[in-house]
């Protein structure tokens, strides 16, 4: 029986989990990313592969981890080394969790620099400064706020110190209570942009670009962007979905959570399209594979020319700050969860040191869209393109691959089925996958995405 010898905060209900992990899921790529690429990927048809993809790479993983954070009640890394005991394995798997916990600060560090975008972008709507602009305008607007290093600097400050803020309050009291309160905001925000798109946009061209099952459009490069987006939306491999399960409540099923997550995380990514997407068709001179420029350059535009577009716009810029910033306080749990479980510093004291380490990061980052944007890492990458490539494309692959290996391979049956909520031909089904299928599925992400990198 596995548990904690210390006291240890518990989420209030597992209604408060399933946000926190729903909000830890939900980011700046559920927003714009997921929509485009469905659409771009043969609608419905790609929609089915990456449901599929879910239930093979991110499913089996987010199992994984819940159980090893609800089985220890610790902190990642201390949570692998007391499995790894009891299992017989020797300790050194606790560097799987360690590298995870130093991609999570890695992430929050340049991934602050694009969610102080949105924030800064909320008061610019607000201000009218995107009424009646055009493309040129909206462009120049956005370039000019990139070439300013301290304005990027000024608002990556901003939103780091609302991380650690969430953070350094505590589990029930922060990260509890702050989901709880953002995560049916992010809801309600998003239901209105809907409302508004379904008013104002072209919703039928958005309803036929997204779910038209096009199986013409879905190529072999459209099966590993879904399997891709599927293992990195759901948050794993770095152990903040690890974190989060070791407050579950005891009677808390993980499998069904799980699931819920995952669901909800889906169905955000779904309704966002059907948000955005009226509204970009609307205006005939956007394109919808823009990327970060269709949240920076063209919805603005198309938001300044609608009848309520400021006012919805700036809802819209309010609902990505508030996906970003329910992902950011997951980026950084881990590591302040270690430092607080080894007895190294209290909550406040761990909280502010990390997220200066982030914050400091971060520079390298802010400077990479002005003084210093060139590549001068490998030839190929600056420093904010070498931190997204370290972690997105080598640690959290590699880590997913590690978790898998070791509660599929070096963790007793018997041991998991003591935790699991799961049994018979359903707990076979989540091992055997588990096992045989999501490592090799995360070795593809893993290689090709070096070799689209490298060659």
């Known amino acids: 029986m596995a548990t904690n010898a210390l006291p240890r905060e518990a989420w209030n209900s597992r209604l408060t ?21 469905a659409g771009e990927n043969g609608g419905g048809a790609f929609v089915l592969v990456y449901l599929v993809c879910i239930l093979l790479a991110g499913i089996p993983v987010m199992i994984a981890e819940v159980f090893m954070g609800k089985r220890t009640r610790t902190s990642p890394v201390l949570a692998v080394e007391k499995l790894a005991a009891e299992s017989g394995q020797s300790t ?26 949105a924030l800064a972008y909320f008061p610019k709507m607000i201000s009218g400064a995107f009424v009646a602009i055009d493309d040129a305008g909206s462009s120049a607007l956005f370039n000019e706020h990139l070439s300013n290093p301290w304005r990027l600097l000024g608002w990556h400050s901003l939103f780091i110190i609302m991380t650690m803020a969430v953070v350094i309050t505590g589990v029930t009291r922060g990260l509890g209570k702050a989901v709880e309160y953002l995560m049916p905001i992010l809801f309600v925000l998003l239901l209105i942009l809907l409302g508004f798109s379904i008013y104002q946009g072209e919703f039928s061209h958005a309803v036929k670009y997204l779910f038209a099952f096009d199986f013409g459009s879905l190529t072999m490069d459209s099966v590993l962007a879904a399997l891709g987006h599927a293992f990195f939306t759901l948050s794993i491999g770095m152990g903040a979905i690890m974190a989060y399960g070791s407050y579950m409540p005891e009677d808390t099923p993980i499998a069904k959570t799980v699931l819920t997550v995952a669901a909800l995380d889906t169905c955000v990514a779904l309704i966002a399209g059907l948000a955005i997407f009226p509204i970009v068709f609307a205006s005939p001179a956007i394109e919808p594979g823009e990327g970060a420029g269709l949240l920076f350059i063209s919805l603005p535009i198309a938001f300044g020319s609608m009848p309520g577009g400021i006012f919805f716009g700036a ?12 992902s950011s306080i997951s980026l950084i749990e881990p590591a302040v969860s270690w430092a607080v479980d080894k007895g190294k510093a209290t909550r406040l004291k761990a909280g502010i040191f990390l997220g200066g380490i982030c914050w400091l990061l971060g520079i390298g980052s802010a400077l990479s869209f002005n003084v210093y944007s060139d590549p001068w890492i490998f030839g190929l990458f600056n420093w904010f393109e070498f931190s997204d490539f370290l972690t997105s494309y080598v640690m959290l692959p590699v880590g997913g691959i590690l978790m898998a ?17 799961i049994e018979g031909w359903l ?29």
């Open 427 to 455: 707990f076979d089904a989540w091992r055997f996958v588990l096992r045989w299928i999501t490592p090799d599925l995360i070795k593809i992400i893993f290689f090709l995405g070096i070799i689209n990198i490298f060659l």
């Open 315 to 326: 809802l819209f810029f309010a609902l990505v700050s508030v996906a970003a910033w329910t």
């Open 92 to 117: 050194r798997w606790r560097w799987m969790a360690i590298m995870g916990v130093i991609a999570g600060m890695v992430i929050l560090s340049y991934y602050s620099i694009v969610a102080g975008w």
């Open 17 to 37: 989990f399933i946000l926190a992990a729903t909000g830890s899921a939900v980011g700046l790529g559920n927003i714009w990313k997921f929509p485009y690429i």
């Open 405 to 421: 290996i070791f509660v599929g391979h070096m963790f007793g049956k018997s041991a998991l089925l003591e935790s699991m909520d």
